[in-house]
């Protein structure tokens, strides 16, 4: 859906219309003289298409118009839309008026009347363009709002004012303005097609996926927080209960600890068999303490041993090699007469004598390194047992510390029941805990359809978020701007344009047109001359409006081309129009121009409209079937005989 322009319409005070009409699917042109209102039609058009301001130059036009008004061709049907010229003071008006059917002529100045404001004006002409929801978020970092586009954001793409058309920093209507040009390139993609019209729906859906999916998964890790590996809750009071003597069970999953709890907590307490003692646990603990420093100090004995060994043995090799050095000077007397002398003057002794022989001493000499080597050799056994000892302690002392652990925990547990005596009492406190516990427990499904459940829906959002991502969407403008090119670059070539033999191309990021030369890429503001400026605009906004026309985007099908001659063919040199004043060559280009324009309305007719104003009026038939009015000889869009009272605008 779109619409064309069949009408412009304006009443003036005393109730007078004048009508401009127009042929949709056509060139049309309105020729003639300077200040005779051409300029104005684009700011008309705005202003009935829902501005917040009226740009309607002051002076005869606003003096004399109380209403402004559009009769409309649309897809289905026709419309007819007006909105009062504002007063003297104000800006604009929310006076609108609105009126559909299959067939209409535009109304009598007395029907019209306020039928809505300027936000359902603007609702319903972005309706009948077609524009679906949709929605444009920045992205993650940047400060400005989501945006909407809507008509208003379209228009840009629909006019060419004048003074902007031979402008090289600025392509596209309006885009001089930061918040403009920001808006444009928000929602050029959608306009464009890489946004597709089920945007917003996929979005919305995608959210209701998300939201489905993250239920989903909670479920699951509740669950699984429930089935743990049983350090949880349900092991603690499987221990507390062990403790009591209700159970001798033990359990390594969440499972089996449930399983044990709930034959517990199945039992009559008059069923349990009575304690001996409340500290059963400490009582086990405490004995296995007694053993284990019973080790402890049987260790320590033996490596006290060992070791006062160690020294006794080593003061007794120190003594013998001490007398086995003083007996081997025995070896001096290896001459003498053994036979009763004495081993140190070698004189002979008495038979009585008891002084000993050289013999004897030599014996004892043997038998102390005989004892002596003994010794050595036990030596390295005593330190192998020693060490072996002390690793036993050790074992012992780790095994202390652990128990005095487990000891410290039973013993903190038995003090928070410390005021429960009564046995009876303390087994009924947690049998109860135990109840209250396992009636606490959610009935737990099995979570393989939960699983599976949560697998589809993941695997849904993936699909809609590489579907609705940044990147497919740069994606498809990139290829968007590919197909763009190829046309601006043939039109370039058909105008005879400075860098038209390389390719062109629409920069949607700066809103621009780039020449991709062999020296780099060459944008607009970058080429010479008033001729370029002009002509790439147009190549640019043709381009445009044939995707918008073929790919049936919700752009309105109609654009306004405010003398695109005036480079060739300035108002100083205008007479009659008839473009005598002006060289060969600028009136070949200036015919080559209008040619280009008629050429793609043609092509893509009956989709497209153009309106453009002009000095000029080429004597060609095919330009003359296109001149709808001539505004020469007084002439105009107001009439000179209508009254410029201001105060009937009321």
Known sequence: MSLQILDIVIYSHDGKRR??????????????????????????????????QCRVPEGPIRRCVSWFG?????????????????????????????EVADSLDAPD???????????????????????????????LGETRAPITASVRHALPLCFQPQDEIIRRHQLFHGAAD????????????????????????????????????????????????LRGDGISKAASLLAQARDMELTIVTADTWEGAISALREIASKRLSDIKAVQGVNTEFDRLSNERGKLLGQQGRLREEISSARAFEQDESGFSREAKEQQARLKTI?????????????????????ESTIPTSEEIKKTLEASSVRLDSVSRVKPQIEKAISELETQLQAVQR?????????????????????????????????????????????????????????VLRDHCEDLEEELSDE????????????????????????????????????????????????GPVPMDRMGSGENWVGYHLIAHLALHRWFTERNRPVPRFLFLDQPSQVY???????????????????????????????????????????????????????QEAIVERWRGGHKLVPDEWPRQAGASK
């Open 569 to 623: 063919f300035p108002p100083e040199k205008d007479i009659d129009g008839s473009m005598g004043s002006i060289l060969e060559n600028d009136r070949a280009a200036v015919s080559r121009m209008f040619n280009l324009v008629a050429r793609a309305v043609q092509e893509i007719s009956p989709g497209f409209q153009v309106i453009m104003t002009e000095h000029a009026d080429i004597d060609e038939k095919w330009y």
């Open 19 to 52: 009508v401009l009409p127009l042929r949709p699917g056509r060139l049309n042109v309105i020729t003639g003289a300077s200040k005779t209102g051409k300029s104005s039609l684009i700011d008309i058009v705005d202003y009935c298409f829902g501005s917040d």
């Open 178 to 225: 930061h918040f403009v040009a920001q808006s444009l390139k928000d929602t050029l993609p959608y306009f464009l097609g890489a946004v597709g019209d089920d945007y917003v729906r996929k979005r919305g859906e995608l959210r209701k996926l998300r939201e489905e999916l993250r239920h989903c998964e909670r479920q699951i890790a509740e669950l699984a927080a």
């Open 70 to 98: 559009l009769r409309l061709q649309l897809a289905d049907g026709q419309a007819f839309v007006a909105r009062r010229c504002p007063d003297k003071q104000a800006a604009s008006s929310e006076e609108c008026y609105i």
């Open 472 to 519: 497919l969407i740069q994606q498809r403008i990139a290829s968007i701007v590919s197909i763009l090119g190829q046309q601006m670059t043939k039109g370039a070539q058909d105008l005879a344009l400075e860098h038209s033999k390389f390719p062109l191309r629409l920069d949607v990021k700066r809103l621009t047109i780039v020449a991709d030369t062999v020296d």
């Open 331 to 351: 070896g001096v007397f290896d001459d003498v007469d053994a036979d009763h002398a004495c081993p140190l003057c070698a004189q002979k002794m008495p038979p």
């Open 399 to 455: 095994a202390l510390a652990k128990n005095r652990t487990e000891m410290e925990a039973v013993q903190s547990a038995n003090e928070r029941l410390a005021q429960v005596q009564d046995e009876m009492i303390r087994r009924t406190h947690i049998l109860g805990r135990i109840s209250l516990y396992l009636e606490s427990l959610p009935e737990l499904p099995d979570t393989k359809s939960l699983e599976s459940k949560a697998k």
């Open 109 to 139: 100045f007395n029907q019209l009347r306020q039928t809505t404001n300027t936000k359902g004006l603007s609702s319903t002409l972005g309706g009948w363009c077609g524009i679906h929801d949709n929605i444009h978020i920045p992205a």
